[in-house]
């Protein structure tokens, strides 16, 4: 127990979207400051975690990320924490990206590439846009709304396919099927205007809007009638799919039926798999124990489909194309993407995520009064004598400050950013750190901390927030994962991958470079070939970056994918960064030669070759010297891994505020917080949950509960 009549002690340990929103909502308490004081400490000069970006002095004060960043539709608690953010910042809108909306773009198009006969065919897919606002909550439907909403989705197909018109008896027989169904049924028949597909569905959304309000979800009889129309619709596409390759109509091109006919099996074996599995009363987790791939085809889902750009495209989004995915997780996040998003699809960031989300949070923050401990690594958790709680915490403290606190940005054209290293003038080792080129956030760094620090309970805390990613877990937690079965499991079952990615900047724009999409949105590219899986024009960033005329790109690349198989050795291995970086540069050297051709054409010569003088190069180098000389990154550290859900491991994840030690809770995407899978929303959901359990309330994260069963009956 804390001593009473003083402040509980919060030590936050990590900077990453789950750590700094277990601050943010902490701090959100009203009088928070007359009950907490919170400290957050950070390996090296930056915050971010996964989601780091820094500034490169050295070459124009281009944006580095950790990888490809933007942020989903559906991110509702993570939009409502970042508007709050850039409300209370209240910066001059006299300085760059001042309000959230100047921060964010929203975007509507997609582009999943199809491999089809050994060529990769690219398929644009257009979201409409709303007028709602991420961050502005509403309640979501349940499943079973849901199901209408993919009925609907099933209507605006069909207004659009290129079907032949409907003949013959077995047209008729089908037909009979549909009076059967309004025989059962108690809504009035559709007009006779409608054809058979039509009047199916239209009955179907009758169906379910009919017994949603009354919990017909719950009803098995509901459901079996559902699937019935699901079914018999399916049988009547088919049939009438045969009419028209049978027909032979020269207009209808045969790229265009087939991408119908895929969009409707995989809604159709997605609804009959819901509902032979009674996943719409027993909730999606119920069906994590087979991989989504593998469950659809137990619902009798076509190779064609299950191998199709839409379904690698969701794999690709969780860096697992080489892995499986829990089913239930894939269909959660499929389904909040797909017809939860508010405003945009997905919204890109004007500026690197660091410039864009961590700044102004750690502005908001310090001006709140969080103490900020950059330079100080955590290197090990102690239990209490009775195993119960967090009684020590080792850390090393890495460099030292020459006075007062770190000050951590750098300005770029009126905007406060991370650099890509240490503001080395602030620190008393600067010129040895900067001279040996030493990363600080490298769990190899051969660097030697200037002290060892131990925390200890009553005195430095009271509750410790731990905020580094599960691949640090076994490192720094040995004790705790040696003392519960349930950290075993965890930490066994929950595994983690190894990720690529590269930035490149060129001369010419995305005309030039023959970009099919040159003239729209520049839409998100995913499903493409392995490993780098996932491709994305990042044109707006020019602006954000200081580029001389002479030699200035006028357009920017993004590629990122899984780095399958690599391990973590032991931290004395000092070559191991450099080895896995270079295989990072080959992988995306030989990506340029082989494979890139057929995003952007116009990369590669007349021999067909890579085109290495498109490069922008500020040292004018030439020939391979100037792809050496784009931006590479291996994340390889432990806390940088991306958290994958395989089949079968949700249910092994930790709740933020179960730990199972009294003063100890979790934040991260890597806990059991109703997303399950490695994004940011996933991350600030679990960073509410852990402030919630400190605050000793019920968590205020919103749609938490998303697709899961509660007391009899499902939640939204």
């Known amino acids: 127990m804390e001593n009473a009549g003083r402040k509980t002690k919060v030590a936050i340990l990590g900077g990453g979207v789950g750590a700094m929103s277990a601050a943010f909502e902490l701090t959100s308490e009203p009088n928070w400051q007359d009950r907490y004081e919170v400290t957050l400490y950070q390996m090296g000069w930056r915050l971010g975690g996964k989601g780091a970006s820094g500034r490169n002095a050295a070459v124009c004060q281009r944006i580095e990320e950790h990888g490809l960043h933007f ?75 849901m199901a209408g909403t993919a009925i609907e989705f099933l209507r605006n197909l069909l207004v659009r396919a290129p079907l032949a018109a409907p003949d013959g008896p077995e047209h008729e027989s089908i037909a009979a099927r549909v009076e059967s169904f309004f025989a059962r049924a108690r809504v009035a028949r559709p007009q006779a205007t409608l054809s058979t597909g039509e009047a199916i569905l239209h009955r179907a959304k009758a169906h379910v809007d009919s017994t949603a309000a009354c919990n017909g979800h719950l009803d098995p009889s509901a459901h079996s009638l559902l699937g019935s129309m699901v079914e018999t619709y399916w049988l009547w596409i088919v049939q009438r799919a045969h ?59 076509s190779s064609d489909v299950s191998t199709c750009g839409l379904v690698r495209a969701f794999y690709d989004l969780c860096f697992s194309p080489y892995a499986t995915v829990a089913a239930g997780t894939y269909l959660r996040g499929m389904l909040r993407i797909l ?35 950059f330079f100080h690594r955590v290197s090990a958790l102690h239990l209490s004598d009775d195993g119960q709680s967090i009684a020590f915490i080792d850390l090393g403290r890495q460099a030292t400050l020459k006075t007062g606190d770190y000050e951590p940005f750098v ?6 950013c991370w650099p890509s290293e240490p503001l080395y003038d602030q620190l008393v080792e600067g010129e040895e750190l ?87 949105e520049a839409p998100l590219v995913a499903g493409f070939t392995e490993p780098m899986d996932t491709f994305a024009n990042m044109d707006q960033l020019l ?78 180098g030439a020939g391979e010297s100037r792809f050496r000389s784009q931006f590479f990154r291996a994340n390889i550290d432990p806390s940088e891994r991306y958290v994958m859900s395989v089949k079968g491991s949700p249910r092994y994840r930790l709740a933020a505020a179960a730990s199972g030690f009294d003063n100890l809770f979790l934040a991260g995407d890597w806990t059991d917080n109703g997303v399950n899978a490695g994004c940011v929303e996933a991350a600030v959901i679990s960073g509410m949950q852990a402030a919630a359990g400190i605050l000793g309330r019920p968590s205020a994260a919103f749609g938490e509960d998303f697709g899961e069963t509660r007391n009899g009956t499902k939640a939204p």
């Open 71 to 145: 942020w989903l539709g559906f991110y509702e608690n993570a939009f409502r924490m970042i508007r709050q953010c850039y409300e209370e910042n209240a910066r001059p809108l006299t300085e760059a990206l001042a309000t959230w909306t100047e921060a964010f773009k929203p975007c509507y198009e997609v582009n999943v590439e199809d491999h089809v006969n050994g060529e990769w065919i690219p398929w644009l897919l257009s979201f409409t846009p709303n007028p709602d606002t991420p961050g502005d909550t509403v309640a979501l439907p349940s499943l079973w709304e």
């Open 243 to 301: 009419d028209t390759h049978a027909a032979q109509d020269p207009s209808v091109g045969n790229e265009e039926l087939r991408r119908f006919l895929l969009m409707t099996e995989f809604v159709i074996v997605n609804l009959r798999g819901m509902i032979a599995d009674g996943v719409l009363v027993r909730g999606l987790s119920s069906i994590d124990e087979y991989d989504y791939v593998e469950w659809l085809t137990r619902h009798g889902a």
């Open 339 to 373: 017809f939860t998003y508010r405003g945009g699809v997905y919204w890109r960031m004007q500026a690197g995520m660091g410039d864009t989300i961590f700044a102004p949070m750690y502005e908001v923050l310090r001006k709140r009064g969080v103490q900020f401990r």
């Open 411 to 416: 300005p770029v054209r009126r905007l406060p």
């Open 434 to 520: 900067r001279h040996r080129q030493i990363n600080l956030e490298s769990w190899w760094t051969d660097w030697q901390d200037v002290e060892r620090l131990t925390l200890v309970r009553g005195v430095d805390f009271d509750q410790v927030v731990f905020g580094i990613s599960i691949g640090a877990v076994p490192l720094l937690c040995p004790e705790l994962v040696a003392t519960r079965p349930e950290w075993q499991a965890m930490v066994q079952q929950v595994q983690t991958t190894a990720t690529q990615a590269f930035q490149a900047w060129y001369l010419p724009d995305m005309a030039g470079l023959r970009w099919p999409y040159w003239q729209t």
């Open 543 to 620: 602006i954000r970056e200081e580029w001389p005329a002479s030699t200035a790109p006028t357009s920017i690349c993004y590629f990122c994918g899984p780095m399958p198989g690599v391990p973590v050795p032991p931290s004395t291995d000092h070559a191991f960064p450099a080895a896995q970086l270079q295989a990072v540069y080959q992988t995306a050297l030989q990506f340029m030669n082989q494979s890139c051709a057929a995003l952007l054409p116009g990369i590669a010569d007349n021999a067909g070759q890579y085109d290495f003088s498109l490069i922008a190069d500020t040292a004018q």
